[in-house]
């Protein structure tokens, strides 16, 4: 079974269900910050990187150049 994951570019992908954050956020074009990367929103909701995604999702990176990042770090 596979999960739609929608991008903050506005692209979506299918992915398997149960794909981690982690291997998720690895697609996003703009992920040139991926070492500076602490977590994601998905839908809205802050989760770590190894997260297992098991709907249809939107999905964001949380790095360490935002605010919510250091909070995490």
């Known amino acids: 079974m596979t999960i739609e994951i929608s991008f903050p570019d506005g692209t979506t992908k299918q992915y398997p269900r149960w794909t981690k954050v982690a291997e998720i956020l690895h697609d996003l074009p703009e992920n040139r910050d991926a070492l500076l990367v602490t977590a994601a929103l998905i839908n809205n909701e802050v989760v770590s990187l190894s997260y297992k995604v ?4 939107s999905v964001r990176p949380i790095s360490l150049s935002c605010r919510e990042g250091v909070n995490i770090y």
């Open 54 to 57: 098991d709907i249809n999702s």
